[in-house]
């Protein structure tokens, strides 16, 4: 199922570095969304994604009080069936304060965010 389209967020910004000291999560928020959508990615993916070059944007359709709620589009490098190094693009909701990244939700992107990703 395709994600709806989301036309509040803004302009996506990028590419970009993320400074950060620490990726987390909340911990019963991740395990209902692994258990609601068993086909989308893990927290570990986030964990191993590429956070020195990414789109963001403010997510102005979910804010957090008191901490700054972004959406992202981040890169992860893997090796195919062919051997071959591909880039998988993941769509990420997350809030940071204080130099604490807190991941709420991961996705694989859609087409039209893959290729804003690459262009």
């Known amino acids: ?3 709806r389209k989301k036309t509040l967020a ?3 910004r990028g590419p970009r570095p993320e400074a950060y000291s620490s990726l987390t999560r909340n911990s019963r928020n991740r ?5 609601d959508c068993p086909d989308r990615p893990t927290f570990t993916a986030a964990e191993q994604a590429d956070w020195t070059r990414i789109y963001k944007r403010v997510d102005i359709e979910h804010p957090k009080p008191g901490r700054n ?3 992202a589009l981040v890169g992860r490098q893997i090796a195919g069936y ?3 190094v591909h880039t998988v693009v993941y769509f990420v ?3 940071k304060e204080h130099g604490v990244i807190e991941v709420i939700s991961i996705r ?3 087409s039209h965010e893959r290729a804003l990703f690459f262009r």
């Open 93 to 95: 909701a997350y809030t």
């Open 10 to 12: 803004g302009w996506w």
């Open 1 to 3: 199922m395709a994600p």
């Open 108 to 110: 694989y992107a859609d």
């Open 69 to 71: 709620s972004f959406q």
């Open 31 to 35: 395990t209902r969304h692994e258990t």
């Open 82 to 84: 062919d051997l071959a």
